[in-house]
């Protein structure tokens, strides 16, 4: 059971290039989230998703895409790379079942530069 | 808009000491989970521990407890005999049910321990 995964770690991007965040969770979980975390902040929500093929925004979604084909993946688009895109993004997961499946499992971050 | 606060940016405590980190949040719902997650130098999101609006009782894990003031809509964190590893990033955070059941996180408490 590894949880939630998420690839590359690191990544430094060119202004304009494009990639794919990739996430993974082998719990089960309906919920899944992307936050990204600038520099002394807490988390904000890119964008979530309640089951397959259902996503919806979040508070800072501009410039991202995203898809769920599966329960398992989340993968997190960066179309046209900005430097305001420089963070670290964080993946996380919940079962949605309500009282103690509540609690949302994170990956260990992807740190993405972009110069 | 729904917020959390956390007034202190950075704490420092002394081993083996007692410190309690401040936590207020603002949300209209009646139904909602409250969170205390650690952040150590890997950045990986650790969950603290989680407490259940509805529950009076002030949740505990081991060293950690918190306590929880609806009516003031207040939720610290108490770290009894604090530990070098303790020395990390804490959020407090909170998510409502239903809906997206996203965490709303705080801006992040930095705690430093004394040895």
């Known amino acids: 059971n590894a949880g939630v995964t998420q690839t590359p770690k690191f990544r430094i991007l060119k202004i304009g290039q494009s990639m794919t965040l990739q996430c993974t969770q082998d719990?089960?979980?309906?919920?899944m989230y992307w936050y990204r975390q600038d520099p002394g902040m807490g988390l904000k929500l890119i964008y979530y998703?309640?089951?397959?093929?259902?996503?919806d925004k979040g508070e800072v979604p501009n410039g991202y895409n995203v898809s769920r084909s599966t329960t398992e993946d989340f993968p997190l688009r960066l179309e046209l790379a900005a430097p305001s895109q420089t963070s670290v993004y964080f993946c996380?997961?919940?079962?949605?079942?309500?009282?103690?499946?509540?609690?949302?499992?994170f990956g260990p971050g992807t740190r993405l530069l972009v110069l | 808009a729904q917020t959390v606060t956390q007034s202190q940016p950075e704490m420092s405590v002394q081993e083996a000491e007692t410190v309690t980190l401040s936590c207020t949040y603002d949300?209209?719902?009646?139904?909602?989970?409250l969170f205390w997650y650690k952040q150590p130098p890997s950045r990986q999101m650790i969950l603290v521990i989680r407490?259940?609006?509805?529950?009076?009782q002030n949740a505990t894990e081991n060293r950690f407890s918190v306590n929880f003031q609806k009516a003031a809509k207040s939720f610290s964190l108490k770290i009894s005999d604090s530990q070098l590893g303790d020395a990390a990033m804490y959020f407090c955070?909170?998510?409502?049910?239903?809906?997206?059941?996203?965490?709303?996180f705080g801006s992040g408490t930095r705690l430093q321990v004394q040895p």
């Open positions: 719990m089960n979980h309906n919920y």
């Open positions: 949300t209209s719902e009646s139904d909602y989970y």
């Open positions: 955070a909170y998510t409502t049910q239903p809906g997206r059941r996203a965490l709303t």
């Open positions: 407490q259940e609006a509805y529950k009076q």
């Open positions: 998703s309640v089951g397959a093929g259902i996503t």
């Open positions: 996380a997961s919940s079962y949605g079942g309500g009282r103690p499946q509540e609690t949302q499992y």
